[in-house]
């Protein structure tokens, strides 16, 4: 930049010599300008940077075409846990899959007769009429009447669909006189009952009437 612009002042100042020379063949009388050297630079260097404002109006400019700008696509995140399509999840048993039906009595049938406070063990064949086995765990429990001090049963193992189990349960009669009866139902463990409904029935006091076949019949006496 330096030396152009000092090539510049040099070329003013050897046009300023030669118009000074040109002049010497006019009148005597015309009077030599006198060029001021600060005033030529002054000039040159205004001359020249016009000169470089115009080329750099002139020059075209790289402007950056627009770049497409990519518009990320929305993920779609894989579901956890998700069941596919066309399947179903393995749903646990309910106590809709639970049935159980009474068979027969084992022992102590229906109004069987006790004297008060007699001890007895009532016994009861049921069968699974279900679809899902009984766990073991699942009881055997009173659900109303008198429970003549039964208490739950619980199963120690358990019994597969369609298959028999006898169900004992210890009881003692009650003191009063009378017809007693004790309802039993089975439950699963977490005490949802299913199924028939048993029961016990004794009666209390044997207060039964016996016919022997025999007649009291009136003997009259005949007096002379």
């Not at 400019?61 to 956890?80: D, E, R, W």
């Not at 049921?126 to 049963?153: H, P, R």
């Amino acid at each position: 930049m330096k030396s152009k612009t000092t090539a510049l002042i040099t070329a003013v100042l050897v046009f300023g010599l030669l118009i000074s020379a040109c002049g010497g063949s006019e009148a005597e009388g015309t009077a030599t300008p006198t060029l001021d050297p600060k005033a030529i630079e002054t000039n040159a260097v205004a001359t020249f940077a016009y000169g470089l404002t115009q080329t750099a109006l002139a020059a075209p400019t790289n402007t950056p075409l627009p770049t497409n700008t990519i518009v990320p696509s929305p993920t779609i995140g894989l579901l956890t846990n998700a069941t596919p399509l066309g399947t179903s999840a393995v749903a646990n048993p309910t106590a809709s899959c639970y049935r159980m039906a009474y068979v027969n009595d084992v022992s102590v049938p229906d109004d069987t007769v006790m004297t008060p406070g007699q001890a007895f063990t009532k016994t009861w064949k049921v069968k699974n009429t279900g679809t899902c086995a009984w766990d073991a765990g699942f009881q055997f429990a009173f659900t109303g009447g008198n429970a003549m001090n039964g208490a739950t049963y619980t199963l120690p193992q358990s019994v597969a669909a369609n298959g028999e189990i006898d169900i004992s349960v210890s009881m003692t009669a009650p003191s009063t006189v009378g017809v007693a009866r004790g309802n039993w139902r089975m439950s699963t463990a977490a005490g949802q009952f299913f199924g028939d409904e048993v029961y016990v029935q004794i009666v209390v006091g044997g207060a039964v009437a016996t016919n022997t076949g025999a007649s009291a019949t009136a003997t009259n006496t005949a007096t002379p």
